[in-house]
């Protein structure tokens, strides 16, 4: 049989259309690696801050407008503190987004065999379209897909009953409709595609949930959809010196940072966050990009901070692992094989901190509008004083490190392209 990218064999055109933050650009930058290392033709147009991401892993990148990640949540406000109102914020911000999308992808779509989109790209699917394109859509965590077992994304309390669940789907639904399908269907008019009725199917049309079930498990009610493992890119880099000379200096730290979550009243939660370190006595690693500095002066030798540092390299090497509950940070702490304590801000971060409590992979999460001393005290001490924990994290990460879900992506692509 013939190798892609042989002579015998015309290599693919993957166009890669990404959104999100960095935890949501990195599974795209996995695959694209794969694709370019099987011969394929890969180009993306993903944010503007994370061009030179994809570059440095060899991949063509184009900008896709501002950064979205960073206008949705600068601009989000109370969205961090409420539910539906956080919703309507949210969709408005990504229908505002789409007269970006839809000239940008409209121009690449047509030289490409199948598009690759990551994130809330509503653009992707009129364009494929319009063009006659395969396209696939992966999401990382199963409250996208409406189901009765548990809520859309942003409701906090994962075990509610069956029929409050429907309701609050409805209420989703409806919403996501009014806020986005009237700019999609403009768009579409003017590429001469029919209109839409809904979002919900056009959206869920060849999503894929790129999450291992051990952590992430579909719902009952959507066993129809394709489930992967979670694309993760193997980094090449090494620790900073700083960083290696303090993992060297003492026992192993705690690591505390919230992603790309830029955190209202930062300066509050670095307050609490040191405090309950003196209190329990542990040495950490603060990441401290969420407060919208990229480093902190903290004079205190048992605390170091660092800006972007590959968890890969960094969470194997800590005893504890906080952090907000991103599916990409979730994967990472759970391959690691350390013990994490979630602190939900927002979307899907809530069913991650649900499902490490669940598994036993960390104690209850906490909340961002919770967080205490008192509280990240007692999570902290909870797994010190109880090695299930690490026993439980070590099983998860031996189960997680036999997939390939970089890979599995890739399969399905090249079997999207055989028949589109």
Not at 327 to 335: E, F, L, N, Q
Not at 344 to 365: E, N, T
Request: glycine share 8%; net charge positive; with cysteine.
């Amino acid at each position: 049989m013939n190798q892609p990218g042989s002579k015998h064999v015309r290599p693919l055109r993957i166009l890669i259309a990404a959104e999100g933050s960095e935890g949501d650009n990195r599974p795209p930058v996995a695959v694209g690696k794969r694709l370019l290392e099987q011969g394929h033709l890969v180009k993306a147009c993903v944010p503007r801050d994370y061009v030179s991401f994809y570059k440095s892993h060899g991949i063509d990148a184009l900008p896709m407008g501002f950064s979205t990640w960073e206008f949705f949540l600068k601009n989000s406000g109370s969205m961090f503190d409420r539910n539906i109102s956080g919703l309507y914020t949210m969709f408005r911000l990504f229908s505002d987004y789409l007269d970006t999308q839809f000239p940008l992808l409209y121009d690449l779509v047509k030289d490409a065999d199948v598009i690759y989109a990551s994130g809330f790209i509503f653009a992707a699917g009129s364009v494929a379209e319009k063009y006659g394109k395969p396209v696939i859509h992966t999401v990382h965590a199963p409250v996208f897909f409406p189901s009765a077992y548990i809520p859309p994304p942003n409701f906090r309390f994962i075990t509610l009953p069956g029929i409050i669940n429907r309701a609050l789907w409805k209420v989703f639904i409806t919403a996501f409709n009014l806020c986005t399908m009237g700019p999609v269907n403009r768009w579409r008019e003017c590429l001469g595609l029919k209109k839409l009725r809904t979002m919900k199917e056009y959206l869920l049309n060849n999503m894929v949930l790129a999450m291992d079930p051990e952590l992430a498990p579909l719902s009952p009610d959507n066993r129809h959809v394709i489930q992967t493992g979670y694309p993760r890119i193997d980094d090449s880099h090494t620790l900073s010196p700083e960083i290696e000379a303090f993992l060297h200096s003492g026992p192993p730290p705690v690591f505390i940072g919230f992603g790309s979550m830029l955190t209202p009243r930062p300066d509050r939660i670095v307050s609490i966050v040191l405090e309950a370190i003196r209190k329990t006595g542990n040495r950490a690693v603060l990441y401290t990009h969420w407060t919208g500095r990229e480093r902190y002066v903290i004079r205190e030798k048992n605390i170091i901070t660092t800006g972007h540092t590959p968890h890969s390299l960094l969470f194997p090497r800590m005893t504890e692992i906080v952090h907000h509950g991103g599916a990409g940070t979730t994967h990472s702490a759970a391959i690691a094989g350390v013990p994490q304590i979630i602190v939900p801000h927002l979307i899907d971060q809530y069913y991650f901190g649900h499902r490490v409590y669940r598994l036993g992979l960390g104690p209850s999460p906490v909340p961002r509008q919770s967080l205490s001393v008192k509280r990240l005290c007692r999570a902290l001490e909870a797994i010190r004083e109880d090695p299930g924990y690490y026993i439980r994290a070590k099983e998860m990460s031996d189960r997680l490190k036999q997939r390939d879900g970089t890979g599995e992506i890739v399969d399905i692509i090249k079997e999207c392209a055989k028949h589109g």
